[in-house]
């Protein structure tokens, strides 16, 4: 099993970024994808999950900033994220969840004027 997150990088406030994971090994369909962050002296949150059926929640800080989407057809999970503030800043990880969890290597994302 693989998860394989890109798109993570530097990017000013008030800014956007679009990370995607890409999973194999998995019948992604079936399973809840999940992104994650976990800032410096942190603990690790939920930013926001979609499940097989394309139901989504959002951690209240992201709500209305961030979107996930999924691709079954391409085994994706995307988060969309606009107007990035400075405490964004982290390291985001994909999860998948059914049977099993899977771990993602992570992506890093800083805010930074």
């Known amino acids: 099993v693989q998860l394989v997150e890109s798109g993570g990088g530097l990017v000013q406030p008030g800014g956007s970024l679009r990370l995607s994971c890409a999973a194999s090994?998995?019948?992604?369909?079936?399973?809840?994808m999940g992104w994650y962050r976990q800032a410096p002296g942190k603990q690790r949150e939920l930013v926001a999950g979609?499940?097989?059926?394309?139901?989504?929640n959002y951690a209240d800080s992201v709500k209305g900033r961030f979107t996930i989407s999924r691709d079954n057809a391409k085994n994706t999970v995307d988060l969309q994220m606009h107007s990035l503030k400075l405490e964004d800043t982290a390291v985001y990880s994909c999860?998948?969840?059914?049977?099993?969890?899977?771990w993602g290597q992570g992506t890093q994302v800083t805010v930074s004027s």
């Open positions: 090994g998995i019948t992604f369909s079936v399973y809840g």
């Open positions: 979609i499940t097989s059926l394309g139901t989504t």
């Open positions: 999860n998948a969840r059914y049977s099993a969890s899977y």
